[in-house]
């Protein structure tokens, strides 16, 4: 068996990226800019400041100052959590918690490798926190994805090895950042974006314990 299961949170546990999505969608209007979708699968697993440069940069007669920067990051935040407000335990999405209490009973530990900087108020929001081991959010990383900070820093904090180590993504940059740590990748979303994963699937109720198991045993001969 692997030792520890690090999750990022937001379009795994929960459907939050959608929210990160729409913020994001409404802040860009306000500067002139549309995004779309697919410009949006490379903002997954992205910091907010690094999102908002890379909107920025789709319209190169901008320029900002860094307290403009800041004052706009702040509005998408603020956008956001009007988004998160109501969410509760159905916002959870479906398998992950059957998942979760598969691997506690188990005896792997659990992680939570995420980009946000409002992960764990999310995580109490859903009543996940119970199940945690160490939580990994933006104020514990310097490189964020796809740098592996996010996923070793959490194995390092629970002395576990890399190899031991399986990480559940929706992002491109997040497949990236677990495979750079030397973990075992599971996707979870579209081949399109996510063909690097050691392992896909295309939606939460297909995570299931015993295949993820199988898969990693494959990989890790
Ligand atoms: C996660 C999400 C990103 C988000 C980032 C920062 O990685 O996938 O969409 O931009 O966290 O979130 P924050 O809540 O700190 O703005
Ligand atoms: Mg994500």
């Given at each position: ?27 860009a ?94 995580l ?57 740590a ?24 297909k ?15």
């Amino acid at each position: 068996l692997p030792k520890l299961f690090i999750f990022d949170l937001d379009g795994v546990i929960t459907d939050t990226a959608e929210f990160h999505f729409l913020a994001w969608q409404k802040l860009a209007e306000k500067i002139g800019v549309s995004i779309d979708r697919e410009f949006n699968e490379q903002l997954k697993g992205i910091s907010r400041m690094e999102s908002l440069e890379r909107i920025i940069a789709l319209d190169p007669s901008l320029s900002l100052s860094d307290e403009e920067k800041e004052s706009l990051a702040t509005d998408k935040n603020e956008y956001y959590k009007q988004l998160i407000e109501s969410i509760g335990s159905e916002n959870t999405l479906p398998g992950i918690e059957e998942l979760l209490k598969d691997i506690k009973a188990s005896n792997v530990q659990i992680a939570l490798g995420s980009a946000s900087k409002n992960a764990q108020m999310v995580l109490d929001k859903l009543g996940l926190t119970t199940y945690f081991d160490y939580v990994v959010d933006a104020a514990k990383v310097a490189k964020g994805k796809p740098d592996p900070e996010t996923f070793t820093t959490a194995a390092d904090a629970l002395g576990i090895s890399y190899e031991n180590c399986i990480g559940v993504e929706d992002a491109a940059a997040g497949v990236q950042a677990i495979n750079g740590a030397n973990m075992f990748s599971v996707g979870v979303g579209s081949e399109e974006y996510l063909a690097n994963a050691n392992y896909i699937v295309s939606d939460t109720l297909k995570l299931d314990f015993n295949q993820i198991i199988k898969e990693y045993t494959v990989w890790k001969k």
